[in-house]
């Protein structure tokens, strides 16, 4: 299935035999960057971390965004006061904490102070491009700078280990944290283990595309309704009668679902006519997905407390895990009312009015928000969206453009850019955009296939054919990439290739009508007669309305002497268009004198 399938045009040439030319679709490109380039000179920052001990260590950092996060794969931070972190040429750089740790890959990312960064493209082992190369690089710092690049070789190892790779070459000065990059500049792995006695680097593979900046945006998203739901639980510990119970304590702890539920009905019970044990009971209902009960639960609570803002932000967390969205809206606006900070609830509030179709409400509540959030890839692609619905194809490519800044290895950044700039028409930026999506997904054929399109509408034949080469290599059963593979090897001259090219096509997909009329056209070409005439009934049969197959029978029989036949067809063309018929037989009166 194609999952960019935009719009198709047929481009078809209505008289006789003559070949029509593919279906296409449209793409994007996108804009040159404006990041400080000045500011950081590399994609690779070494720190010199020194903690509270006064104990220092080198580590290196890799830039994997725009807006100042780092990721690296040393653990030096963890569990320690840092005291001072510097740049390699000595700025003192701010250290704000964690944003996102994966244990079990190694991956940190770390926040410090920066203005705009370049960005790390990450690619596959099995999306490595041909011709990258047999030699991997790895830049080593040096007092001056970072760069001093080192060459590798790739060395095999009996062990079987899919999650690394192992170099050659000289280690001494290479840093945890580096990148290995091959020929083409593209990172496939970040050292993270050396053997200088073996003269080996272990670099462990990466998978693209990255989204790890999309899973710092959802920590974000669940740490609005976290601290909401902290607030509650922190109110009822003030209240020692209620934080004394032991149903108050074995709700908090317990995590079997049973146990959950249990103590949430013995909790209101008991505590009736407390509002905190209401929406504490609501909060736990919640987290084990009774949404009734979780819904009635909040109600009770807000109607002992009108004046906590915290309960409409959870009956708003409750209606839209119900997907109901207008009283989620109407919670989040009183809780405004209420006191709740604005730039927190216009996140969730723009959610829901896209919802119910509340598109520009919804763009201003997303335009406060990235005021306060800049760096939300979430809420820009959100509001990129949005753009698209209202038809703002300018506006919708401003949007994703400043998500992919954030997150180049964004999918839906780029394929919003695409949407977006195939609306507008304007096909080099499409081209460029489908272009870093295949960087970023190299065996989706549907982008091979999207790409070739565009590159059809900017009249690349060339490039045009070799994408769809791709897309059938990628989904031998693709109808529609053999059939215009097959277009573009016929106007090349490769009739043969696409001989076979259109018969996989109808094999594909026997009811293809143009598939038929243009394996007869090919054939007539190739004075294939019997099998012209075979394919163009069959044409007649899948293209109804379509009079073009039979106008190439009656010239084709005619010119074989099929006369009885010729005359049918004939007065099939003259019950559908008379004036064609008179034409028809004008002209061919005039060929036999």
């Not at 006061?81 to 079990?104: A, C, H, N, S």
Request: proline letters at 5%; a negative charge; one cysteine or more.
């Amino acid at each position: 299935m194609k999952l960019f399938w935009l719009f198709k045009d047929w481009f078809l040439f209505l008289l006789f035999y003559l070949t029509p030319l593919v279906y296409c679709f449209s793409l994007l490109r996108a804009e040159e960057s404006s990041f400080d380039a000045d500011f950081w000179t590399s994609r690779i920052v070494d720190f010199s971390v020194v903690d509270s001990n006064g104990s220092s260590q080198w580590i290196r950092g890799i830039i994997l965004s725009a807006d100042g996060k780092v990721l690296t794969l040393s653990n030096v931070f963890y569990g320690k006061t840092v005291k001072e972190t510097k740049r390699w040429d000595f700025r003192p750089v701010q250290y704000l904490g964690w944003i996102l740790r994966e244990p079990e890959k190694d991956l940190l990312l770390v926040q410090v102070e920066g203005k705009s960064f370049s960005a790390l493209r990450i690619v596959s082992k099995d999306s490595w491009p041909q011709g990258a190369g047999l030699e991997f690089f790895i830049p080593l710092p040096t007092p001056e700078e970072p760069r001093k690049i080192g060459k590798y070789k790739l060395k095999e190892l009996p062990e079987t280990d899919s999650q690394h790779l192992y170099f050659s070459g000289e280690t001494a000065g290479v840093l945890l944290g580096s990148p290995v990059i091959n020929e083409k500049d593209q990172t496939i792995g970040i050292v993270d283990g050396i053997d200088p006695q073996k003269e080996l680097v272990r670099a462990r593979l990466l998978s693209a595309p990255l989204e790890i900046l999309d899973k710092a945006d959802r920590l974000m998203e669940y740490a609005f309704w976290k601290e909401n739901l902290d607030a509650i639980k922190q109110k009822g510990e003030q209240d020692p009668r209620l934080a004394s119970s032991p149903y108050w304590i074995n709700l908090w702890q317990s995590v079997q679902r049973s146990d959950i539920e249990k103590n949430a009905d013995l909790l209101i019970q008991v505590f009736p006519k407390s509002d905190v044990a209401w929406a504490s009971a609501a909060a736990n209902y919640l987290r084990i997905s009774l949404l009734d009960k979780a819904d009635f639960a909040i109600r009770k609570a807000t109607s002992l407390n009108e004046t906590d803002y915290h309960y409409p932000i959870l009956f708003a967390q409750i209606m839209i895990s119900r997907k109901e969205w207008n009283p989620a809206i109407d919670a989040l606006l009183k809780a405004r009312e209420d006191g709740a900070l604005s730039k927190e609830i216009a996140y969730p509030l723009g959610i829901c009015l896209n919802q119910i179709g509340q598109f520009e409400r919804a763009v201003e509540e997303l335009k406060s928000y990235v005021e306060s959030r800049p760096r939300h890839v979430s809420a820009w692609l959100l509001m990129g969206e949005i753009f698209q619905k209202m038809q703002n194809w300018d506006k919708s490519v401003g949007a994703f453009m400043k998500a992919a800044r954030l997150n180049p290895q964004s999918i839906r950044a780029w394929v919003g850019i695409a949407e977006s700039y195939l609306a507008l028409a304007k096909w080099e930026q499409a081209s460029e955009a489908y272009t870093e999506l295949s960087l970023l997904e190299p065996k989706n054929p549907s982008i091979w296939y999207n790409l070739g399109l565009v590159l059809l509408k900017m009249e690349q034949e060339k490039f045009a054919r070799a994408c769809f080469l791709r897309v059938v290599q990628l989904n031998p059963k693709d109808r529609d990439g053999w059939f215009n593979f097959g277009v573009l090897s016929q106007k090349v001259g490769e009739r043969l290739v696409a001989l076979d090219a259109y018969k996989k096509t109808i094999q594909i997909d026997p009811r293809f009508g143009m598939g038929w009329f243009n394996l007869g056209c090919l054939c007539q070409e190739l004075h294939l007669f019997p099998e012209a005439i075979d394919a163009w009934h069959r044409a007649e049969e899948n293209l109804p309305g379509d009079i073009r197959p039979l106008i190439n029978l009656v010239f084709l029989e005619n010119q074989l002497h099929d006369f009885n036949e010729r005359d049918k067809d004939l007065t099939k063309i003259e019950n559908l268009n008379p004036q064609l018929a008179h034409q028809i037989k004008y002209k061919i009166a005039n060929s036999a004198h």
